[in-house]
């Protein structure tokens, strides 16, 4: 079961990075529509104005490195919780 759930979670991660390493730009129109569509939120809201610069780019890309930093650290793990196999004759 342990195996299972460090699979789970590296896969998890593995998206999670690709996608915010590969596509920052439509992860950004997507909030932006999300703003939009949200009418609380006003139009010289800081973080809407922020939403729209490239250092927001650049601030999705950060996770996203952490995200597949932390999958291959639980691949690591995983493959040292396995039983080494010495099937070989000496």
Do not use: Y
Not at 8 to 21: D, P
Not at 25 to 36: D, N, S, Y
Not at 38 to 60: G, Q, T, Y
Request: aromatic content about 14%; hydrophobic content about 55%; overall charge positive.
């Amino acid at each position: 079961m342990n195996e299972l759930l460090t699979l789970l979670m590296a896969v998890c991660f593995l998206v999670t990075g690709w996608h915010f390493v590969k596509r920052p730009e439509a992860i950004q129109q997507w909030v932006l529509q999300l703003h939009q569509k949200n009418h609380l939120v006003a139009e010289m809201n800081p973080l809407r104005n922020w939403i729209d610069k490239k250092s927001f780019v650049i601030a999705l890309r950060v996770p996203g490195v952490l995200s597949l930093f932390n999958f291959f650290m639980l691949m690591m793990a995983f493959f040292s919780l396995q039983e080494p196999h010495f099937d070989m004759p000496l």
